[in-house]
């Protein structure tokens, strides 16, 4: 397909343990984003990746979150000693480049993420 | 700091009938972009449509307008004739010049059409 594609779709895991989210954009948008949604809530940024340049990690809640990706295609976002407030969908987003506000960002369909 | 503001949680209309989503923003960038997005049960996020800051004209999409107050930092949607289909949660996000390209989002509006 040409959408921005999430994997797993769901995830339920155990208080403690690592997990690791998966993200394939759309093929030639050089820009990553990840973002995380608690339920009834708005996103909240967490990392932006633009090409070779180093990501952009403000909005990463805690040290135990990290991403990472390859030149310009999947992304990896990982959560350790994952906690139950972690629970939420985390939603990966991509866009053609960072140059002008007008970069529509396309949507994947979330990871929702169930800690118990 | 950016910041988006949606005051409503919940909105009812009828179906055919338009209906206002307010939003309001605050930030310290000269320039900026400022999106609306559709979110229905599913959860894909779809955009709607884009006012950019400079932007003479308030922008339109089929059905959907931005009634863009620059002054007033508003950035309200309306949907005119509203379908079944319309209702979801709908979300403002701003991305500005100085805070990353990142978007900052408000909390949503619920909208929920009647037939």
């Known amino acids: 397909g040409a959408g921005v594609s999430q994997s797993p779709s769901n995830k339920v895991t155990e208080k403690g343990k690592d997990v690791e989210l998966r993200c394939d954009p759309i093929s030639g948008h050089t820009a990553l984003y990840w973002y995380r949604q608690r339920l009834g809530q708005g996103l909240e940024f967490l990392i932006y990746f633009q090409g070779n340049s180093a990501p952009d990690k403000s909005g990463l809640p805690s040290d135990r979150f990290s991403a990472e990706r390859t030149g310009e295609s999947v992304s990896t976002l990982t959560i350790q000693r994952t906690q139950q407030e972690d629970s939420a969908v985390y939603l990966c987003?991509?866009?053609?480049?960072?140059?002008?506000?007008?970069?529509?960002?396309?949507f994947g369909p979330g990871t929702r993420l169930t800690v118990l | 700091a950016q910041k988006i503001t949606q005051t409503q949680p919940g909105m009812f209309v009828q179906e055919k009938e338009a209906v206002t989503l307010d939003c309001t923003y605050d930030t310290s960038d000269q320039s900026y972009g400022l999106f609306w997005y559709k979110q229905p049960s599913s959860g894909e996020m779809i955009f709607l449509i884009y006012q950019g800051s400079y932007d003479e004209q308030n922008a339109t999409e089929g059905r959907y307008s931005l009634n863009f107050q620059k002054a007033r930092k508003s950035a309200n949607l309306v949907i005119s004739a509203s379908q079944l289909g319309d209702s979801a949660m709908y979300f403002c996000?701003?991305?500005?010049?100085?805070?990353?390209?990142?978007?900052?989002f408000g909390g949503g509006t619920r909208l929920m059409v009647k037939p």
């Open positions: 987003a991509s866009s053609r480049g960072a140059a002008g506000h007008y970069n529509e960002q396309f």
């Open positions: 996000a701003m991305r500005g010049n100085n805070a990353g390209n990142m978007l900052t």
